[in-house]
């Protein structure tokens, strides 16, 4: 049957009904863990999470890159679908940095007047902080140079500039997972605590999911998904990674720079 438009009317499918009820099991796994120290309900509905993101993900990319369904304009729409998804992390990110503001030039009575508080000993913004973003600018480059790469047909350097990210990326959540596990306060510390804590451990969340992004990318890459002129889905990828690397130099410069 010939369509007389050039959009796609998607197939139907269980994957957001289901990725929906998935997700509010996870909410309610991580009250459960919280509050009764029961981590099941967490763990299977981090499962559930995990096989419906790897089903919905292969539909979408049979459509893409086997049934030719996503056309020039079809594409177009999906770009703008993903430039809105960052502008709304924007502002998400922005939250958390207004609150960071408002509590640090402005210093309440309780905490002494004083930031940061007098009872945090905060992270030396020369160490691993430093290290960090170094590592985050150096993916930046990676990630570029794949898509360039990519664009020139280069598989090869494509391939293994796509793999550097993914291991800096990793490389990044490590040594942020030794940071804290070595901090000298918690969340529980003052609204220093928790403005560190929300916006870093956020940050290094949405590390984890680019890099997932990333490593399904290099997946796709590797058995030819992707094309010089047909490759949005690494284009969306990489366009999450420069905004996860320029979240943290925001981050960097105001909360373990300016804020210590």
Known sequence: MKNNHSFHLVDVSPWPLLGAFSSFSLLMGMTKWF????????LMSICSTLMIMYQWWRDVTRESSFLGLHSSFVSKGLRWGMILFITSEVFFFLSFFWS??????????????NWPPSNIETFNPTQIPLLNTLILV?????????????????????????????ILGIYFSMLQAYEYFNS????????????????????????????????????????IHFSKINHFGFEAAAWYWHFVDVVWLFLYLSIYWWGS
């Open 35 to 42: 509050h009764l120290y029961d981590n099941s309900l967490l």
């Open 100 to 113: 960071f503001f408002h509590s640090s030039l402005s210093p309440s009575i309780e905490l002494g007047m």
């Open 138 to 166: 150096s993916s930046g480059i990676t990630i570029t140079w794949s898509h360039h790469s990519l664009m020139e047909n280069n598989y090869k350097q494509a391939t293994i500039s796509l793999a550097l990210t993914i």
């Open 184 to 223: 000298s306060f918690t969340m529980a510390d003052s609204v220093y605590g928790s403005t560190f804590f929300m916006a870093t451990g956020f940050h290094g969340m949405h590390v984890l999911i680019g890099t997932i992004f990333l490593a399904t990318c290099l997946f796709r890459l590797m058995n």
